[in-house]
């Protein structure tokens, strides 16, 4: 009997390479949108978190009676009754890994975080 190898079935080395290609130059496109989308998403949360901790430091400062200049409060003691804590009963940090800075009472700005200086995404109050 006969054998037939004309009838075989499978992909050329040359079609693989071109889904190789394709793959490739999706990833090349993907990729940095990607890590720009991420930063934009880091910058927007580390401003929402300002929004909150300066929200926080009005508040504490209206209730305890304290006055334009005073001593700023202690971001882990003070302000906690007034700021919504992360699911590890702590205050949000940062997601970019900045540390927040807060100034006297009635400072401008009030709250600052040390990723403001970026010269892309920034991380501060408008």
């Known amino acids: 009997m006969k ?4 009838n075989t079935r499978g992909f050329t080395l040359v079609e693989i390479m071109i889904v190789v290609g394709i793959i490739g130059l999706l990833a090349a496109i993907a990729i940095p949108n990607f890590m720009k989308s991420r ?3 880091q910058q927007n949360a580390c401003i ?5 901790i300066n929200s926080a430091v009005q508040q ?11 001593a700023p409060p202690v971001l882990t003691t003070d302000l906690t009754p007034y ?3 992360n699911s590890n009963s ?7 890994g ?4 807060i100034y ?16 892309s995404n920034p991380h501060i109050l408008p």
Do not use: H
């Not at 929402?48 to 909150?52: D, G, H, K, T």
């Open 48 to 52: 929402n978190n300002l929004r909150q």
């Open 39 to 41: 930063a934009t998403s």
């Open 3 to 6: 054998a037939k190898y004309g």
């Open 98 to 101: 900045g540390t927040y800075t």
């Open 104 to 119: 006297n009472v009635g400072a401008v700005p009030q709250v600052t975080c040390s990723l403001s200086s970026l010269a």
């Open 83 to 85: 700021i919504q804590l």
């Open 90 to 96: 702590s205050v949000p940090d940062c997601p970019a």
């Open 60 to 70: 504490w400062a209206m209730e305890t009676g304290q006055a334009q200049g005073s």
